[in-house]
């Protein structure tokens, strides 16, 4: 039987490669981002200055919203033809496909972040180059928390009808601790003077957040998905 | 033998004894009980909503029993674990295939979840089964019926499975794939399989079945030996 990895690793190249012939959910995780960032740059910067500590907010509900379009397709996609029970069925453990969804979705994430990371850049003025690895370091803790409960959700919600009005029901309060430590460790970034030390502890908030999510989704996944 | 048999676990019977299944207050099975063995070809019938599906998805693990045990041999699910699934086959009505991969790829996919040392062979070999080699490396969906019916066989024989659980087969096939799967069933029973398959198409199983199961509201009752067409005897149980 193949090992854990192995099972992730064909189930999230099975995703992406469906993924890269439909294009439905980078198209409209991107669009949507795209259309939230112009949107509140429209609001927030008046005569070319943006509103001080906008830059942060806004990246991070561009991430949580578009990052909740891109969950809902996940397992929906299994559900076309009872597709999910034949991947139920294989002799794997079940955590190691939860694992390569949650990869899936990480990735897509991270494609849809870097555009919204460099049009936030852009439109409010926001120094996140100057320090690049913090911001790519929040970001990337708090996808992987993000993803690691959208993706339980979205499984848990599989064989709900109501589960696209359901999922952010459920993700939100979960994930608000989370998209909270992302907003102010990278509003700690952007000050005009720069707290990297502040920045740590949201970063280290987002690591403990993480590691007790990703943990439990793998732990309750294979229950969850018992009929 | 198959790469997947690399795992010790495996089976000459399955006993379902007492097993009832619930929505809620919808009792899909009610008692039911049964032995299936090696080599056995079972057919099982009944009308629309009698259970057929509730009994295979059980049969297959995917669905808990609310009471009553299923036994693989003599272990249970539970004790036999993730390897009591490299010995199952079953083909859902709904198939199981991603539509958007082409026929290669869902049976590739499959086979690396299963272990194959060469997916890529063993996909290939099953696609000249299928009679599908020249449309491989086209998209499943635009495959009619008939073809995502052959390829969704082949993709659950793929890891050679002791137990074959197969709901409503012949859906889609014309005749020359229709009399093609019914030499594939009888193929099955002389290499030890158990064979366990739903079916209103009764023209077509027709002297193909060891045995044949009736399920109505959830009762379970086995048709006499071959003694009137399978119609008649179907009707006549239905009747009673």
């Known amino acids: ?227 | 033998m198959p790469a997947s048999s690399a795992s010790s676990f495996d089976f000459d019977s399955v006993t379902v004894s007492g097993v009832s299944r619930h929505y809620g207050r919808r009792r899909a099975l009610s008692g039911v009980s049964l032995t299936l063995r090696a080599g056995e070809l079972v057919g099982l019938l009944g009308p629309n909503g009698a259970g057929k599906s509730t009994l295979l998805g059980l049969l297959a693990t995917l669905i808990q029993p609310s009471r009553g045990t299923v036994l693989y041999g003599d272990q249970p699910p539970s004790a036999a674990g993730v390897a009591l699934r490299a010995r199952l086959g079953f083909l859902p009505h709904d198939l199981q295939l991603y539509a958007e991969l082409t026929a290669r790829e869902n049976l590739e996919f499959f086979g690396g979840l299963h272990g194959f040392h060469d997916p890529a062979g063993r996909a290939a070999a099953a696609l000249e089964r299928a009679g599908l080699a020249d449309r491989a490396d086209d998209p499943v969906q635009g495959f009619s019926r008939g073809m995502r019916q052959r390829l969704a066989l082949e993709r659950t024989l793929l890891h050679h499975p002791r137990l074959v659980l197969l709901d409503e087969p012949f859906t889609g096939l014309d005749e020359a794939s229709g009399r093609a799967l019914a030499a594939r069933l009888q193929t099955l029973g002389r290499e030890q399989r158990i064979v366990l398959l739903a079916t209103h198409d009764m023209e077509a199983v027709e002297g193909l079945l060891d045995r044949v199961l009736v399920l109505r509201e959830g009762r379970l009752t086995e048709l006499p030996a071959r003694d009137a067409p399978l119609r008649e005897r179907y009707r006549a149980a239905l009747a009673r």
């Open chain 1, 1 to 227: 039987m193949p090992n854990f990895f192995r099972v992730a690793w064909l189930v999230m190249r099975k995703d992406l490669t469906i993924e890269a012939r439909s294009w439905e959910m980078v198209s409209t995780t991107l669009f949507f981002a795209v259309s939230c960032v112009l949107v509140f740059s429209f609001a927030f910067v008046r005569a070319g200055q943006p509103v001080e500590g906008a830059a942060a907010g806004i990246l991070w509900i561009a991430v949580a919203f578009s990052g909740t379009l891109a969950l809902g397709p996940t397992f929906d996609r299994e559900r076309h033809h009872d597709a999910l029970r034949g991947l139920l069925l294989a002799p794997v453990e079940r955590s190691a496909i939860f694992f390569g969804k949650f990869l899936g979705v990480v990735l897509l994430m991270t494609a849809v972040e870097v555009v919204v990371a460099v049009l936030v850049a852009l439109l409010f003025q926001a120094p996140l180059a100057a320090h690049a690895w913090w911001v790519a370091a929040l970001l990337m803790l708090g996808n992987v928390g993000f993803a690691a409960v959208g993706t339980l959700f979205a499984a848990m919600l599989v064989r709900t009808r109501s589960r696209s009005v359901l999922l952010p029901i459920l993700l939100y309060p979960i994930t608000l601790p989370a998209l909270i430590a992302g907003v102010m460790g990278t509003s700690a970034l952007l000050q005009a003077e720069p707290n990297l030390d502040l920045a740590r502890l949201w970063a280290a908030m987002l690591l403990c957040f993480d590691a007790v999510f990703t943990t439990l989704a793998l732990w309750t996944f294979e229950p969850v998905m018992t009929e």
